[in-house]
């Protein structure tokens, strides 16, 4: 079966840190990976999308990559922020034999809390 | 523009009862989706539109039917509401399916099925 897994479900960092968030996939196959940010009580906003030839991206402070190899994507967040505190997802798109992709499979997501 | 909106926020029904929940995004996207997400799980798809007239199921479509009414708007229905359904649901869109485009999320109807 295709699954995401997002350890750990909890990070408390002291603000300033850097600090990595992980996703883990089970097939290689895939179309492309997107993390997403989700704060309490609301919807998510996406931070970065990943496709399949692409080894990384970045935006900001934000900096994802994917090893297609490993089953592995990283989000890196660079001197964290009170304000960055939120639950980070990862989701996956990946390929099914006939060439076309599933939909989106979710991570069940990093709660994390940066202190002051 | 006021990108992908919801109605209701909040819903609480009692096990039996039918409602629709409206999704409604202003970005002339193509591809619309409806997601569940339970405590400590990620989210999961219910059903999804390609494009405007389509439909198809996802993962956890059973107790569920939409209706893409048009290009702009998606409705998910509980015909006879369960306990098990209790979750927050979310709309999503995306400019088409299988693109290179990201996923816009609302901002979530919280559902409790007594």
């Known amino acids: 079966k295709q699954e995401v897994t997002q350890i750990p479900a909890a990070l408390s960092v002291p603000e300033g840190e850097n600090l990595v968030l992980n996703c883990s996939f089970t097939?290689?196959?895939?179309?492309?990976l997107q993390w997403f940010r989700q704060d309490p009580g609301k919807g998510l906003t996406s931070l970065l999308l990943i496709q399949s030839s692409q080894r990384e991206q970045t935006s900001g402070r934000l900096n994802a990559s994917l090893d297609k190899s490993s089953g592995r994507s990283t989000l890196y967040i660079a001197a964290s922020q009170p304000g960055d505190s939120a639950t980070y997802l990862c989701a996956v798109r990946f390929l099914i034999s006939s060439g076309s992709a599933r939909q989106l499979t979710f991570g069940s997501g990093t709660q994390l809390t940066v202190l002051p | 523009n006021a990108g992908v909106t919801q109605t209701p926020k909040f819903q609480v029904l009692k096990t039996g009862q039918s409602m629709t929940l409206q999704c409604a995004q202003d970005m002339n996207h193509n591809s619309m989706y409806w997601y569940r997400q339970d405590p400590g799980m990620g989210l999961r798809l219910i059903y999804y539109s390609a494009s405007e007239g389509t439909t198809d199921k996802g993962e956890v479509p059973n107790g569920y039917n939409v209706s893409r009414l048009n290009k702009r708007e998606f409705s998910l229905r509980l015909e006879s509401a369960a306990p098990s359904q209790t979750s927050v649901y979310f709309c999503?869109?995306?400019?088409?399916?299988?693109?290179?485009?990201?996923?816009?999320f609302g901002p979530g109807t919280r559902l409790t099925v007594l």
């Open positions: 999503a869109s995306s400019p088409r399916e299988l693109s290179y485009n990201e996923q816009f």
């Open positions: 097939d290689s196959a895939i179309y492309n």
